[in-house]
């Protein structure tokens, strides 16, 4: 079965989303601004959601995990939870 290590940061709005992306891209630490920013309980880990499977994510955060490319941010990504940067570490 298919299995991916990932995280995330979970904010409530598309501008703040935006915002943390433009941090990550000019270098800023993924873990740093999930530890302050993100509204997910995984906040505490640096956004570490650790070991994923199919179908245990919503919809569009796991097409996001098992599709897009690893090693690169996604994202915003709009869940019924707010909106998503994600990174993908290890995909099999």
């Known amino acids: 079965m298919a299995k991916a290590l990932a995280r995330h940061i979970l904010v409530k709005t598309e501008a703040e989303a935006e915002q943390l992306k433009k941090r990550l ?3 800023e630490d993924f873990a740093v601004l999930a530890k302050k920013h993100s ?12 070991e994923v499977r199919p179908g ?25 939870f707010g909106y998503h940067l994600v990174q993908v570490f290890f995909r099999e």
């Open 25 to 27: 891209d000019k270098g």
């Open 39 to 50: 509204i997910c309980p995984s906040a505490k880990r640096g956004g570490d959601l650790g």
């Open 56 to 80: 245990q994510m919503v919809r569009v955060i796991d097409q996001v995990i098992f599709k897009k490319p690893v090693r690169v941010v996604h994202g915003p990504v709009k869940s019924q």
